[in-house]
């Protein structure tokens, strides 16, 4: 059965935009636990400093575990491309609406851009061997 561009497409957008939200949650609950730990101890030196770092690294590597299974789940091989260029882009848009606290509507347009390059990866992804 071959696969249609429009689909593999939709295909993509949506798991981007579903990990895109299941990460961004991730690292925004992080940041809320560090700087919770930060207030706590704010007379210490660096009081939430290991916290954030851990936030920032657990956000950052949930992207590519979610983008496979993804994919994985929607019945899709061939995601290599996908996988790396969105894993990739994925620490500027999570961390531009993270790090900089945008508003709602500014996490919603970098978040909807962000499953529209998902989409894009998924159609012009690796052929199956």
Not at 26 to 37: F, L, S
Not at 98 to 122: I, K, Q, R, S
Request: proline share 3%; hydrophobic share 55%; glycine share 14%.
């Amino acid at each position: 059965m071959t696969k249609t561009y429009p689909v593999l497409g939709l295909k993509g957008a949506a798991v981007s935009a579903l990990a895109a939200t299941a990460a961004y949650w991730i690292w925004t609950a992080g940041r809320e636990w560090a700087q919770g730990v930060g207030r706590a101890g704010s007379d210490a030196f660096l009081a939430g400093a290991l916290e954030s770092v851990l936030a920032t690294v657990a956000g950052v590597a949930a992207m590519p575990l979610l983008l496979w299974a993804g994919r994985r789940a929607v019945r899709e091989r061939g995601n290599h491309l996908m996988v790396i260029g969105c894993s990739v882009a994925w620490p500027f848009a999570g961390g531009y609406v993270v790090e900089n606290d945008v508003g709602a509507a500014g996490t919603l347009v970098v978040l909807t851009l962000f499953a529209l390059l998902g989409g894009l990866l998924a159609v012009v992804g690796l052929p199956e061997t």
